[in-house]
């Protein structure tokens, strides 16, 4: 049973369309979730810790949201820089401090 | 500041080879972790150490071994590679062991022919 799970697998949108990603978990005693860019071939680059519900940070056209079962990483007006998969992963009790990774959202923004 | 490194960058081998892949930590970072990420999935938890010793292990065979060193650079050995040891091999630092963030080096490529 999957414990992290991704929505939508890749995300086709405009330059400037603003969309959201999902991001849903079924562990309990979260410790932590996370957002990661990862480009093709490389290492996930950090965006974004969320630790409770109700939580919200925001990095340029980037904003993560936090509630008890899932997170949201919203995409303001895109650009196509903004390519990339974008990977979410949960720290919690039972993980002995690992993350655990959903499979990802491929989004791709045209020009 | 130096982020996470990794070497080699990519590496060929075959089946029945053995294989040591190498990670530095962000400086003053004492815990480690490896990944193993193959194409289309999100990376999978291999193993952590902490402060040189061994705190959490991922489903993975025997085959798949790691030590950290004093320095707290890390060192990822796999035995008798399989076909499906073909994958990028991510490894990531964190201040301390916990739910804190773990930031990633860029990978090695492992190709197994």
């Known amino acids: 049973e999957d414990q992290v799970t991704q929505s939508p697998e890749a995300l086709r949108l405009q330059e400037g369309e603003s969309s959201s990603l999902n991001c849903s978990y079924t562990?309990?005693?979260?410790?932590?979730l996370f957002w990661y860019r990862q480009d093709p071939g490389k290492g996930p680059e950090f965006l974004f810790t969320?630790?409770?519900a109700g939580e919200e940070k925001e990095k340029e056209r980037l904003k993560a949201t936090l509630t008890k079962k899932e997170s949201f990483l919203h995409i303001t007006a895109p650009k196509p820089e903004d390519s990339a998969t974008y990977l979410c992963?949960?720290?919690?009790?039972?993980?002995?401090?690992?993350?655990?990774f959903g499979k990802g959202t491929k989004l791709s923004v045209k020009p | 500041d130096a982020g996470v490194t990794q070497s080699p960058t990519h590496l060929i081998k075959t089946r029945g080879q053995h294989v040591t892949l190498r990670c530095s930590p962000i400086?003053?970072?004492?815990?480690v972790s490896w990944y193993q990420q193959v194409l289309g999935q999100g990376p999978q938890f291999i193993f952590q150490?902490?402060?040189?010793?061994?705190?959490g292990r991922g489903n993975f065979p025997d085959r798949f071994s790691a030590r950290q060193f004093p320095n707290y650079s890390s060192e990822l050995n796999v035995n008798a590679l399989l076909l499906g040891d073909s994958a990028l091999y991510l490894c990531?630092?964190?201040?301390?062991?916990?739910?804190?963030?773990?930031?990633f080096g860029p990978g090695t490529r492992l190709l197994v022919l």
């Open positions: 150490y902490y402060e040189k010793e061994e705190r």
């Open positions: 990531a630092s964190s201040p301390r062991q916990g739910g804190e963030t773990q930031y």
């Open positions: 562990v309990s005693g979260l410790r932590g």
């Open positions: 400086s003053g970072h004492k815990s």
């Open positions: 969320l630790y409770s």
């Open positions: 992963a949960v720290n919690y009790g039972g993980s002995q401090g690992n993350l655990i």
